[in-house]
């Protein structure tokens, strides 16, 4: 089991470092369309990846804007400015 874990992480290690475009974006092309958390000083925020530009500006399509683990409003679409982001996470 631990050999098919340490597998799939460098596939996946091997697949983000060998692309011709910046590791960031490469990483959110493959996020595309899947949910992923967002955390910002100001709260996080969970929703769907729908596009982003080259200053990391970030759209969520469905999201949820969560501030100290409670739900404040919900979004169909929401643009998080690159930066006020701290990380991203696929959820």
């Known amino acids: 089991m631990a050999d098919n874990n340490r ?6 290690r091997e697949k983000l470092f060998n692309k011709s475009e910046p590791l960031p974006f ?13 955390k910002t000083s100001a709260g996080d925020y969970v929703g769907t990846l729908k596009g982003w530009d080259e200053n990391l500006n970030i759209v969520l399509d469905d999201a949820a804007e969560i501030k100290e683990m409670e739900l404040i409003r919900t979004h169909k679409t929401i643009l998080i400015r690159g930066g006020d982001i701290s990380h991203i996470t696929p959820k």
């Not at 597998?7 to 996946?12: M, S």
């Not at 490469?26 to 967002?38: R, Y």
């Open 26 to 38: 490469a990483f959110l092309n493959d996020l595309v369309n899947q949910k992923i958390v967002i």
């Open 7 to 12: 597998e799939k992480l460098d596939n996946n």
